[in-house]
């Protein structure tokens, strides 16, 4: 069974910063994109950011300026560097491989409230 293991979520207030973390196994970090996702309940899981296996990024436009995803070849892992924080950014954010959602980490949970 493939994991892939997040950390970094908490609360923060407005305007703060987090960084999420996520190890994966190293033949499904060289062979799949890399990505978050995350859910608020009662609605669709969202695509907040991909890193492609060229170094090419992709991110949902309500995180545009403020998220930046990378990796870290030699740990296997990704993160996600999420800066000036939104109530609205409030979510289980899920570590993905595969563009197709191929795989998802269990999710960490992501607060920003004052």
């Known amino acids: 069974q493939v994991q892939l293991v997040e950390s970094g979520g908490g609360s923060v207030q407005p305007g703060g910063s987090l960084r999420l973390s996520c190890v994966a196994p190293?033949?499904?970090?060289?062979?799949?994109?890399m990505g978050w996702r995350r859910q608020v309940p009662g609605k669709e899981r969202e695509e907040v950011a991909v890193?492609?296996?060229?170094?090419?990024?992709k991110y949902a436009d309500s995180v545009k300026g403020r998220f930046t995803i990378s990796r870290d070849v030699d740990k296997n892992t990704i993160y996600l560097q999420m800066d000036n924080l939104k109530p609205e950014d409030t979510a289980t954010y899920f570590c993905?491989?595969?563009?197709?959602?191929?795989?998802w980490g269990p999710g960490t949970q992501v607060t920003v409230s004052s």
């Open positions: 890193l492609f296996g060229s170094g090419a990024t």
């Open positions: 190293k033949n499904i970090f060289t062979t799949y994109a």
């Open positions: 993905v491989a595969g563009l197709r959602g191929s795989y």
